[in-house]
């Protein structure tokens, strides 16, 4: 069965970081590509990062300059590494990723960020 676990949610204030972790069952790189969505409430869940098996990586233009995403394969682990957060920033972040056509999802992890 495929999970995908996240962690490192939490309350911190604006212009701190935080980093996610999503923990994959199995090789990360058998997910192609990977990545985090977010839902803030009352809006669409959106695209924040993705990255594809062979490094290539995207972003939200709301994200760009300030969140990196990343992988390490041997801990079969994504991370979201969030600088300068904003109280826009605020949301359940959920890690996707997508193998043999399917599309896989965490349960969530939620980011609040306060004034």
């Known amino acids: 069965q495929v999970q995908l676990v996240e962690s490192g949610g939490g309350l911190v204030q604006a212009g701190e970081s935080l980093r996610l972790s999503c923990v994959a069952s199995?090789?990360?790189?058998?997910?192609?590509?990977m990545g985090w969505y977010r839902q803030a409430p009352g809006k669409q869940r959106e695209l924040v990062a993705s990255i594809a098996s062979g490094g290539t990586t995207d972003y939200a233009d709301s994200v760009k300059g300030r969140f990196i995403i990343s992988r390490a394969a041997a801990f079969n682990t994504m991370y979201l590494r969030m600088n300068t957060l904003k109280i826009e920033d605020t949301a359940d972040y959920y890690c996707?990723?997508?193998?043999?056509?399917?599309?896989?999802w965490g349960k969530g992890t939620l980011v609040t960020v306060s004034s």
């Open positions: 996707w990723g997508r193998r043999g056509g399917l599309d896989y």
């Open positions: 199995g090789s990360i790189f058998s997910f192609n590509p």
